[in-house]
């Protein structure tokens, strides 16, 4: 049994622009495009874009710093007076030309109210029209929590729309590797090869279905467990959020914030029970699980699912495929955080995943093998 673990580093090597600073300069160039701020335009007043452009220069480069940012924000926020008081009323004033907004800042663009009014998230826009300044009424601590919220969901679902309209749809038509299914130890004819892909996209079925096809057999259809991007109006099922809550002593999260995490978010969505059916086969596999960890970073903001997966079955075997000697090293330092140094000399390989013996991923240059190896 032989399980394909893909990470965003699949999608990077096949020339993708997945990163999240390649969506925030799309963004930045959408500002360019059209310098009058329009309330109605969702990529101006989105405060989560606002920020992550404004402190990008602090952030790593990978989605785990975005995860670990979108943690350091809301922790920000939790500590706030408007989230710790019973009654906290107040109004949210900013301008859309305010190019220096981010969520450490967040207090100063509050002033009171004068009165209030009914909400039923506990916040409520004011003066929508309002083609100057964004005006928020915050009832309720909880209205803060469920804005932010609100607003990273339009964020991922506006990150949805350029991955379909500005990546996928721009795809080439062939990889400028080969998938070696053979040199991994997948047999011709297998019928127990399962895909588990931490990214958005199919970028895998889309290079190598006819592989797949006339090599082995995918016996289930891929899970997706952070969702897959679909061309819905509305809908969005993507997960982006952050890591558990488990590991904060001595401060304590709010339980509203629990949103946030991406595990809620597995089952808010809908993408855990594909999740958890690959999870039963796999516990009950006769057959020795192999699983194959592609272009994942192995942080801790995946570490909860990532332990449990690879640890569901005693009789496991981890191979993890890495790029340069630079990732070798952290990814050796992450899988020992995750699994434990005995477990880690007991089931994990490292490979370097370009090498055309053992590698997965093999230039087309470099191939010796045959078509179907």
């Known amino acids: 049994m032989n399980i394909l673990i893909l990470g ?8 993708l622009k997945t990163k999240y600073s390649d969506f925030l300069n799309y963004c930045c160039n959408q500002f360019h495009k059209f310098p ?8 101006y007043n989105n405060l989560w874009i ?17 995860e670990k940012e979108i943690f350091k924000v809301i922790q920000h926020i939790s500590q706030l007076p408007i989230i710790n008081s019973s009654n906290y009323q107040r109004i949210f004033n900013m301008n ?16 009171e109210p004068m009165g209030s009014t009914s909400a039923e998230k506990g916040y409520l826009k004011c003066d929508p029209y309002n083609e100057i300044q964004l005006k928020l009424y915050f009832k309720t601590p909880r209205g803060v929590v469920n804005f932010l919220y ?25 990889s400028k590797y080969k998938l070696s299914l053979k040199s991994i130890g997948v047999t011709e004819g297998s019928k127990d090869v399962h895909i588990l892909n931490f990214n958005y996209t199919d970028t895998c079925e889309r290079f190598y279905k006819a592989k797949f096809s006339g090599y082995c057999d995918i016996n289930i259809k891929p899970v997706y467990v952070h969702g897959k991007v679909e061309n819905n109006n509305n809908e969005c099922n993507l997960i982006l959020g952050t890591q558990s809550f488990d590991k904060l002593p001595p401060y304590t999260m709010p339980m509203d914030f629990n949103v946030f995490k991406k595990h809620n978010q597995r089952h808010k969505y809908g993408t855990i029970e594909p999740y958890q059916d690959l999870l039963r086969r796999i516990k009950k596999s006769k057959s020795m699980p192999v699983f194959h960890v592609i272009g994942h970073s192995l942080d801790n903001t995946d570490e909860n699912i990532l332990k449990h997966i690879l640890l569901i079955n005693s009789n496991s075997k981890i191979n993890i495929y890495y790029h340069n000697e630079e990732t070798q090293e952290r990814l050796m330092n992450k899988i020992n955080d995750i699994i434990g140094e005995e477990e880690v000399m007991e089931k994990v390989m490292f490979t370097y995943q370009h090498d055309p013996k053992r590698g997965i991923l093999i230039p087309q240059e470099e191939l010796t093998f045959t078509t179907n190896s």
């Not at 580093?9 to 096949?14: I, M, Q, W």
């Not at 859309?96 to 002033?111: A, C, E, P, R, S």
């Not at 609100?150 to 062939?174: A, C, G, M, P």
Request: proline content about 1%.
């Open 150 to 174: 609100d607003q990273l969901r339009e964020f991922t679902k506006l990150f949805e729309n350029y991955l379909i309209n500005e990546v996928l749809n721009h795809i080439e038509s062939e």
């Open 50 to 66: 606002r920020h992550f452009i404004n402190v990008q220069q602090k952030m790593g480069d990978t989605w785990i710093d975005l």
């Open 36 to 43: 009058t701020y329009k309330p109605t335009d969702k990529y």
């Open 8 to 15: 965003n580093g699949f999608d990077l090597a096949h020339g």
């Open 96 to 111: 859309y030309d305010d190019g220096i907004f981010n969520f450490y800042n967040f207090t100063k663009y509050l002033i």
